[in-house]
Each structure stands twice: as C-alpha cells, then as structure tokens.
C-alpha cells in the first residue's frame, strides 16, 4: 500500500467524516483541492520522479501538497522552517530539487530552484494523469543532522510511512476513529508528521491544525474544539501543568487540589467521588474537557509531569523513535505501574535488541522492521556503520528494559562522557537531576577539558536573580545523589536560553562549542 492507496482508502471508509477541523473539510472533499494542487505544479513542471520540497507551517495546504506531489509520482523534501537560506539551497542541491512549495514569507532569491507559493489559488476541474506508485518509490526525503551536526539525508519509502501508521494500530486503546487529533507539532518533523498525520489516516480521525505555538492561540483552540488527543514535545506538557500548578497556587488552592490527586482512589472509595470528578474536570477544562491522551516523544518525560496527566485521569503515551524510522517506533502501554523514564515497547512488526550491555543493563539500540529505513541517500560509508548483515539498524542511542518488557533511554553513545577511569557517565541522568533546581530553565552536561582532565561539565541557563552561589550549592546537593565519579563540578552559568532543535532538544555540540569560544564566561572551576 501507498500513502495514496491510504488516502483512497479512507475517503471509501470515511467519506463524511470530517478531516480537517477548522476548515470544515471532509476525507471525501480531499481529491479536488489535491487533483487541483497537481494540477498546478503539473503545470509548473512537476513530473515523476522529482524531489519538490515542502517549506511551511501546518497548513491544510501542507496537506494537499503532499498528496499532489504523490499523486504525480514524485518525492516531498521536507524542509524545517527554522533554517537559513544557505541550508535550504545546500538541501535542494544535494537532493536535486527545482522547485520547493512554501509560504511567501520564505521566498528569497535562490539560484538553483524556483519557489512556488504554497497558498496559490488552485483552478479546479483541470485534471492530470495520476502516475501508479509503487510502495518502494520514495515518499519523503528529510535531512538529519544527529548528536554530531553532520547532515545525512533519509528517504523513507511509502511502505515505510504506511507501515508506520499500521504499527500504530496497538495505541488503539488511546486513539479512536472520530475523534480530534490536536496537530500543532510542525508536519515537516518526524514526530509531529507521525502522530499528527499518519495517526489520524490510520485511524480515520480528525486532525485539528494550528500552525502556531502561541500559547493564547493553543489554549482558544482547546475551549472551541475540545481535542482528545494531544501530542507534544514534554517541555510543552511541563509549561502546561506549571501553568495549571501556579494558578491553583495563587487561589491557595493546591494543598487541597494535590491531596484530592494523590488519594483519589480512597476518596472514590468511601463516597467522595463526585468531589473527585469536579476538581479534576476543572482542571482538564483547561483542555477544553474532553482530551483522554497526551502523547509525548522527542525526549524524555520527567516522571512528576507523567504522573501529573495521569493522576488528571489523562492517559500519557511516551514514544520513542527517529527520522529513520518514521518517529515512534517503540511506545508505552498500559501497566500497572510504569517504571520512570520508559518509552515503552515496540510497535507493529518492529523488533528491538539491546547489544554490549554493560554490568548495569545499559547497551546499544539496534531496531528492525518495514519503517525502518532502507539507508542514507548516497552514503555507503554511513550506511555500512549503522547497518548489520541481517537488516538491524544501530540507532546510537543507548537504553536498557525494564520487568515490564519496556525500554528506557540512557543518553546517546556519542554523548556518554568517558571519565579517565574509564568510567561512564551518562548526561541525560545529570540533567534530569539539575533540571529540578529551581531557577534553573535547561541545563546540557557533555565531555570536556578541564587542566588536562576528562571532566562532566554542565551549562546552566538560569532565570534572573540566580547567582553563582545559589547554583554551585543547589548542584552540590544533586551531586550527592549519585555516585561520586559522576558529580559535575565544572560548570557555566547564563541567562541566555540553550540552543534548541525543533522538538526542543538541547543542540549540545553547540553549547559546547559556544563554551569553547568564550560565550560562558560565569563558570564555575
């Protein structure tokens, strides 16, 4: 199957069932603004087999592009809104693309490819022919830089994006055919196209698009549509609930409201179960009332904002993946009691191994499976590295597997930092314990030099009125909370916020190489 047999597919299931939520457009009203989108670019010179890129927030525009470049038998080249224009012509170059759809605003003179604006004003009733896709053809090709900055192009085939979807029909205890999937995690990003356009396909939901993340605009969105699905980046989920937190705070309420939280099952228990359910659909009436599911991915979710949603009677869903394999490959399920930090098992056909565990249970990532793609364009050497004999890719992230058969996120390989005793210590341990201060906004800890000594080295941005006392005793007292080769003495300190990727990971090579050139100049040695 192909992303347009899925299309097809749904507009034959689900012809009546609303697609796109704020501008009232049904599966079945889809091919004539797509037929009409081919058209255009047809009429631009679009022809199978070309690479046309796509620059844009999400708009319902986004979509039609998509299905028309499809339909027309060539590949989408997904482009992140946030780079420069030398980025963008490096990236059409090296794909060969001559034409890339966007929003005027990021028109510039390009030398080597015409734009073609993404909100043109297609004429209906002009048809072209519709090329026969194969599942092997590509589908998308999306540039990747990993923990190391150096670009690596990844063209995920149609089997791949529909095998995702498929794989997806395990979370159908949490996404349900109808409902409102709130899409607002940027399209041209792996997480945000996997949960917010290959979900809904799958599932025949409805995908509410917001092509901002102002905060205003999010929350009117949540009381005029009332989602029940929300995917975000956990740092969104964090501001949610501090939100959530410091308002019942200033009513001199969260003693209370905490207390009625924690104990809700006793309180239910002995009769107060209707006070139980107007506390807490007050405060799920921040998200208009009716969300079920939050699904977080792109990193790791603190285990008090998880067991915040959930205690809201919210289902919290951790995933877990990459642009190699079109987002979540691995998601959580419903346990008992989940461990902290785990992103679950994997999806559909996928199969996971750990390999080189080390005495703590903490080893490589090697996943296999239909959305798992095929190799890096036109890099062999890459592709020899992170791919073994039997089809498994390594992903370089390290992990280790909990009694419940789900798998935990331990750091990346080209991030553990090897002590000169040979030790390791793993920055995703450190910054989970620092991130807790308060006063502190974001924190990296990466491998550094200190008098010629291999060192865990921390750059925290902090908010105003922290000083360099405040913050070397605050991070002493973490310290004593691990083991001692693992404490971090050696650190910066700033106001400035960390550089950050689209789904809100620290760019730690950047933070480092900013601490290199003297941009830190409050440190701690």
């Not at 949540?222 to 019942?248: C, H, M, N, S």
């Not at 050696?490 to 960390?498: G, K, V, W």
Request: proline share 4%; glycine share 8%; with cysteine.
């Amino acid at each position: 199957m192909t992303m347009y047999d899925l299309l097809e597919k749904n507009i034959k299931e689900n012809g009546d069932l609303l697609f796109l939520v704020r501008e009232n457009i049904t599966f079945g009203d889809l091919p004539k603004y797509i037929t009409a989108r081919a058209a255009s670019l047809a009429d631009v010179g679009v022809k199978a087999g070309d690479t046309v890129g796509v620059l844009s927030h999400n708009l319902p525009q986004f979509i039609y592009s998509l299905f028309a470049i499809w339909y027309l038998g060539a590949k989408v080249l997904l482009l992140d809104t946030n780079l420069t224009p030398e980025e963008y012509d490096n990236m059409t170059k090296l794909t060969d693309c001559k034409l890339v759809v966007a929003e005027k605003s990021f028109f510039y003179k390009a030398k080597d490819f015409k734009f073609f604006d993404i909100e043109t004003q297609d004429k209906e009733g002009i048809v072209v022919k519709q090329h026969k896709l194969k599942d092997d053809d590509i589908a998308t090709l999306s540039f990747t830089s990993g923990s190391t900055g150096t670009p690596k192009i990844v063209p995920l085939t149609h089997k791949n994006l529909v095998s995702c979807s498929e794989g997806l029909e395990s979370l159908n205890i949490f996404l349900h055919h109808g409902e409102t999937m709130y899409a607002f995690l940027p399209l041209y990003h792996v997480f945000g196209f996997a949960v917010g356009f290959l979900a809904p396909m799958h599932f025949g939901m409805s995908i509410l698009l917001q092509s901002t993340i102002n905060p205003n605009a999010i929350l009117q969105d949540f009381a005029t549509y009332k989602p029940q699905v929300i995917p975000a980046v956990p740092k969104l989920f964090e501001i949610f609930r501090k939100k959530i937190i410091d308002g019942i705070k200033a009513k001199k309420k969260w003693g209370l409201v905490s207390f009625i939280m924690k104990h809700q099952k006793v309180l239910r228990a002995i009769g107060l179960g209707k006070l139980v359910d107007k506390v807490l659909n007050q405060i799920r009436s921040v998200f208009g009332g009716r969300v079920r599911c939050m699904v977080a991915g792109g990193a790791a979710t603190k285990p008090e904002v998880e067991n915040f949603y959930n205690n809201l009677g919210i289902a919290f869903v951790q995933g877990y993946g990459m642009t190699e394999t079109v987002g979540p490959i691995c998601c959580s399920k419903p346990v008992k009691k989940r461990v902290p930090f785990a992103f679950g098992a994997p999806l559909g056909n996928s199969c996971c191994e750990i390999r080189n565990a080390d005495e703590n249970g903490i080893g490589m990532l090697w996943v296999r499976g239909d959305q798992v793609f095929g190799g890096y364009l036109n890099n062999e050497t890459a592709n020899k590295e992170c791919f073994d004999k039997n089809g498994f890719f390594c992903t370089g992230d390290l992990v280790s597997i909990d009694k419940n058969g789900e798998y935990h996120f331990a750091g990346r390989k080209k991030q553990v930092i090897v002590l000169d005793s040979g030790k390791n210590v793993y920055p995703d341990e450190l910054e989970g314990l620092f991130i807790e201060i308060p006063g502190v906004k974001n924190v990296a800890v990466f491998e550094y030099e200190v008098k010629g000594k291999t060192v865990a080295y921390g750059v925290f941005s902090v908010e105003e009125g922290m000083t360099m006392d405040k913050l070397a005793a605050a991070v002493a007292d973490k310290n004593k909370k691990v083991a001692s080769y693992k404490w971090v003495t050696h650190f910066a300190m700033t106001t400035d916020d960390l550089p950050l990727t689209s789904t809100q990971k620290i760019k730690h090579h950047v933070v480092r190489q900013w601490l290199i050139d003297g941009k830190y100049t409050n440190r701690h040695e």
